[in-house]
């Protein structure tokens, strides 16, 4: 019975370890390298997870919103990968900086030229972005993510509030608030004027250090000096006193 009682609690451990050990769904997502400030500008990474132990994905495209188009899109070089990116007409032109933009990107697509994202791997892919939208809490991006067997899974599911995350959601860029700009300077001058009292201390404590060193180097001779003195004084006084017992 014992042996039994052990048999089968060897099996459910075993049984939480297949569960604990199983990977979790991942997907593709986007997310900012700091912070997405409404009305600002940013970098976000898209990050690619293979989800296929006999495939690599080869191609990844990204559809950007058109409720609040991006006029400005660069992205960085990525070894192995080809970048395009596609703009479109807009039909109601964007005021960016004083200036009139009739058009905006709708599209950017990597291509691998080489082995792509092999399995048990994942790939990021930046892009500066802006102006980000000030109306807005979110960016709803579409992605198409393709293997070289052919096979193509499109994340474009939008995320429904109250209800479970979709089979194949669609990445989203969340948007944080705006900062105060006049509040930031201020906090800044006063970080400023905070580094130079600290510097001012920071000098007068070293100056008082350096005195305080110098006393003491001098306050240590001194008293190496009559120590050295005292020592002779012991020395010749032990001297004459076994003279006088051996006169004695």
Same mark, same amino acid.
């Given at each position: 019975?014992? /042996?039994?009682? *052990?048999?089968?609690?060897?099996?459910?451990?075993?049984?939480? !370890? %297949?569960?604990?050990?199983?990977? @979790?769904?991942?997907?593709?997502?986007?997310?900012?390298?700091?912070?997405?400030?409404?009305?600002?500008?940013?970098?976000?990474?898209? &990050? !690619?997870?293979?989800?296929?132990?006999?495939?690599?994905?080869?191609?990844?495209?990204?559809?950007?919103? *058109?409720?609040?188009?991006?006029?400005?899109?660069? @992205?960085?070089?990525?070894?192995?990968?080809?970048?395009?990116?596609? &703009?479109?007409?807009?039909?109601?032109?964007?005021?960016?900086?004083?200036?009139?933009?009739?058009? /905006?990107?709708?599209?950017?697509?990597?291509? @691998?030229?080489? &082995?792509?994202?092999?399995?048990?791997f994942f790939q990021k892919f930046p892009l500066s972005v802006g102006?980000?939208?000030? $109306?807005?809490?979110?960016?709803?991006?579409? /992605?198409?993510?393709?293997?070289?067997?052919?096979?193509? %899974?499109?994340?474009?599911?939008?995320?429904?509030?109250?209800?479970?995350?979709?089979?194949?959601? @669609?990445? !989203?860029?969340?948007? *944080?608030?705006?900062?105060?700009?006049?509040?930031?300077?201020?906090?800044?001058?006063?970080?400023?004027?905070?580094?130079?009292? $600290?510097?001012?201390?920071?000098?007068?404590? /070293?100056?008082?250090?350096?005195?305080?060193? $110098?006393?003491?180097?001098?306050?240590?001779?001194?008293?190496?000096?009559?120590?050295? !003195?005292?020592?002779?004084a012991g020395v010749a006084y032990g001297v004459l006193a076994g003279?006088?017992?051996?006169?004695?």
């Amino acid at each position: 019975m014992k /042996a039994f009682r *052990t048999a089968a609690a060897g099996t459910v451990a075993a049984s939480a !370890v %297949v569960v604990l050990s199983t990977p @979790a769904f991942a997907h593709v997502s986007v997310q900012p390298e700091g912070e997405a400030a409404k009305g600002g500008y940013a970098t976000i990474d898209f &990050k !690619v997870p293979n989800e296929r132990d006999n495939a690599s994905t080869n191609k990844l495209e990204v559809n950007f919103p *058109t409720d609040h188009p991006l006029a400005s899109v660069s @992205a960085q070089p990525v070894d192995g990968w080809t970048i395009k990116i596609t &703009k479109s007409k807009l039909a109601k032109p964007l005021e960016v900086h004083g200036e009139k933009i009739s058009e /905006a990107v709708s599209k950017v697509t990597w291509t @691998a030229t080489g &082995k792509g994202i092999e399995p048990g791997f994942f790939q990021k892919f930046p892009l500066s972005v802006g102006q980000l939208p000030e $109306d807005a809490d979110e960016l709803v991006f579409k /992605a198409i993510q393709t293997y070289d067997n052919k096979e193509v %899974v499109r994340w474009i599911e939008p995320q429904e509030e109250g209800q479970e995350e979709p089979e194949n959601p @669609a990445p !989203v860029l969340e948007l *944080t608030a705006a900062s105060d700009e006049d509040g930031h300077h201020g906090s800044a001058a006063a970080d400023s004027d905070s580094a130079s009292d $600290d510097s001012a201390k920071d000098s007068t404590t /070293a100056a008082a250090a350096t005195d305080g060193g $110098d006393s003491s180097d001098t306050t240590a001779r001194v008293l190496g000096v009559v120590g050295i !003195v005292v020592g002779l004084a012991g020395v010749a006084y032990g001297v004459l006193a076994g003279r006088r017992r051996t006169n004695a």
